[in-house]
């Protein structure tokens, strides 16, 4: 293999190597298999140019142009001529899904759904960070520089990560580097031929040592790329570390900004990493409560609302930020009229949780709680401050419960001004199916408590909607007529679409996120989960305030004030027996408290789990995450340890039993000799082939400062070295593997402790693994370029017609 293709090589790998990285960014991580099949398109494109061309600058614009129809033909096939070739609908293609790439690396947490949008910036990313590397390392040979770009697309995504990415992925994307810089390194030193000189090492005629300077040390040019390489080496460790940290999402802050009575909330949409908790392949205790109220099915905890509503997601609108007062102010739009009672949740948060919100009963009307946290006034909510998060917070909250009735939320008056105006804003890319489908559903209502029962009613029961958390939560301004469409979807798609119908109706409207009321372990104490993660929508009653609604099926509970009057007369029996829960706790009940008794009819709730112990629990982090940090603590020990490990191999192997032939005691005398001198190059001493045994033996024995039975060690392996090579019949000698062990005490004792341990740990004939490898592929690709010839050869005579001559 030639320099140049060796070097592409290990640039399409280091790349791909430092993109490993990204991968704990998205999911699912497929997307790295498209950017390694482009990226090798891209290198191949460039190898065909510089086979035929010395441009540089050509090689590099045939690489984009190769690049930017991969991509094309990848992402924009329909909007290109003939499939492949880019025009302008492909750039508008491209533009548009750079737009939703943007739009959802800003709402999704960490690991984002791979999104058309988010995959075209992933890929391209890589891409043109390959087209950077290549053109550096290979068009213009200098690899030391090319470890920048690798250094920006690690940095990305260990910043994207909060500074808190895997050393592993560190480790690989650096390991990457040091390739290209091998393999640079054994280019420029190939173009040097032969250089004798001194004691280096030779590998046997293979060629010597690399260039010198006069003064012994490397070259500039060697120096230069050593500090490079250690230079950003030492960026990628410390920038991470000071990038801020983005843990709630792929961009954007994860807290409040401002100073003490002020400052505004600009958070990350806590809504993005709700499919993924819905998902998780075990359940995991998150909270953990208790509470005075006689009923909990209706007893959800709410983290924030989502009010601005852009037609294509629903999103947190900046609010301004104070200090939380003693008592909560009381709830928007409440009036003395609705019947009201006071209850009081302890609330415990498992450590491994950590959120930006606080979970609270809604309405709140008191907070206890020790840390920094700030009130936001519109969603009633608490956001952490300075990094303060729920990871095993205890507070105490007092809540309404608030008991509206039928007719008053029928007879309640038009919203204020000020409300209607912000919440019954829909954008005008919104698609007209969702008013028109709005209207049909609605058509036999009167008033807008009965349009909202009926926008429930038809998603949960009527509409022939399914519960389905595999479903992609999608983007654009179409995912809502989508999932009217597709009738599938989980509490994403049912909350978006109810409160988005809501809103052309003239109803307020937002989205709140928080958790169902989670499982009974016990009298009045309840244990919520990472799947019980819910969403649902708040629509604004003048004289109730904000008042949820269900619409999902088989997840929550329906709240009272929306299903239908018990006829006059008849016993009304109560649809869910909290009661019974709590005084028999060691019973399992048939249904969940949380399901709608709509979804009972259609027979789609599960049983409960078993009721587990009263004192708190975490069933910590998945087994699979266990596994992969036990093979990851197993890869830290093993992989420094493999030099060592193939040293004492090589060593068993070369010194082991011999055998009684004449040809094998040759091998095995010869085998001790290679020992005794790979021993003396691990403890700094070059192998020198050029010089006899002999010469050898009173070389090893002056450097090495051997003195007594290990000198006279050397002289007995020499000699029967010599035996071996030069005498008609061979004496076999005895004791071989001593005198070899003897010679390895004596190089230790006249070494230091820094040598030692370098012998021990990073032992320099460990080198002949890529000698032997680089032999191998060698061979490899010499055997497939002769199989290559002689078929060109057969197949030109076979087609080559015989030319016929006319007399």
Sequence with gaps: MSGRARLALCAFAATLMAAGALLPLVDPATWIVQAALLLAVQSGAGALVRRWSSARALTVVVQALATLVALTVVFARDQAFAGFLPGPDAVQRFGVLLTAGAEDVGQYAIPAPATDGIRLMLVGGVLLIGLAVDALAVTFRSAAPAGLPLLALYSVAAGLSGGGASWLWFLLAASGYLVLLLAEGRDRLSQWGRVFGGAAPSRGGRGAAGPKASGGGPLAPVRTGRRIGVVALGIALVVPAALPSLSGGLLGGTGSEGGRGGGTIDAVNPLVSLQNNLNQPEDREVLRYSTNAEETSGLYLRLTSLDDFDGASWKLAERPLSDVPERLPQPAGLSGNVSTSEITTTISASGTYEQTWLPLPYPASRVETDGRWRYEPLGRTLVGDKGQTTKGVQYSVSSLVVNPTRQQLAGAPAAPESVAREYTKVPATLPPDVRSTALRVTKDATNNYERAVKLQDWFAVEGGFRYDTEVSSGTGATAISQFLRDKEGFCIHFSFAMAAMARTLEIPARVAVGFTPGAPQSARTMSVGIRDAHAWPELYFEGVGWTRFEPTPTRGSVPEYTRPEAPTGLPSTPAQPEESAAAVPSARPSAQDSCPPQARR???????????????????????????????????????????????????????????????????????????????WDYGIPPDESQTPRKTAVRLILLGKLEGAPAEAVHRVAGAVEQVLYAPWPRPVAGLAEDAARIREGLAAGAGRAARLRALLAPRSTVRVVWACSDRWAAVTTRWADRRRRLVTHWSSVLRRPSRQRG
Excluded: F, Q
Aim: glycine share 10%; net charge negative.
């Design 602 to 680: 259609l027979g789609e709730c599960g049983d409960t789990e078993e009721p587990g112990a009263v004192t708190p629990a975490d069933s910590g982090p998945p087994l699979t995450t266990v596994l992969l940090v036990a093979a990851g603590v197993a890869a830290v020990v093993l992989i420094p340890l493999l030099p060592l490990l193939w040293r004492v191999r090589v060593r068993a192997r070369r010194l082991g039993a011999a055998g009684r032939g004449a040809e094998e005691v040759a091998a095995r005398t010869l085998a001790a000799w290679e020992e005794v001198i790979d021993t003396a």
